[in-house]
């Protein structure tokens, strides 16, 4: 017997699944050349409260107060191979602009593990770890890594899913 709900149902799902698919392959296909809107974009960012891998606190809402140089908060994971590739693009772009903070942010990961790759990688940019296990949910997107512009008041200016090269960078800070 034919369930119409069921059917009907079923078919949004793969209608769903399909226009994701053709977006990831597009992504694919195209690289870094397709920048796909993130649901972040245009929001106010979320607080960030992170450990850094040196012992201190970092507060989005206290940089901004008092620092006010619009972030860069980069989301990787040690498992995370692009993650690891971007590091040292990341680290070459921070040292580049320093009127830009560079973040990175350690998520759902093993704190041992992200910081052996910390050690190793020895990025010149403020680098920690989310110890509540909840800056990924308040920070939505679709893969890993994330990246997200935060300008000076707060907003999230762009949101990147996927790794970045320097050139990315460069292309969205001069545009």
Known sequence: MDRPLASKTGR??????????????????????????GPMQGRTA????????DGGEWRLSEHLAVDGRPVVLNLWASWCKPCEEEIP????????????AVVGVAI???????????????????????????????????????????????????QIDGPLTAEDLESIIDG
């Open 12 to 37: 949004l799902t793969l209608i769903f699944l399909g226009v994701v698919a053709g977006g990831v392959g597009l992504s694919m296909l195209f690289g870094s050349d397709v920048e796909i809107g």
């Open 46 to 53: 979320p607080e960030v409260a992170m450990t850094g891998f």
């Open 89 to 100: 693009e990341l680290s070459r772009f921070a040292v580049a602009h320093p009127d830009v």
């Open 108 to 158: 759902r990961d093993e704190f041992e593990a992200a910081k052996a790759l910390i050690d190793r990688l020895q990025p010149d940019y403020l680098t920690g770890f989310d110890a509540t296990g909840r800056l990924r949910d308040m920070y939505v997107g679709f893969g890993m890594p994330a990246t997200f512009f935060i300008d000076s008041q707060g907003i999230v200016s762009r």
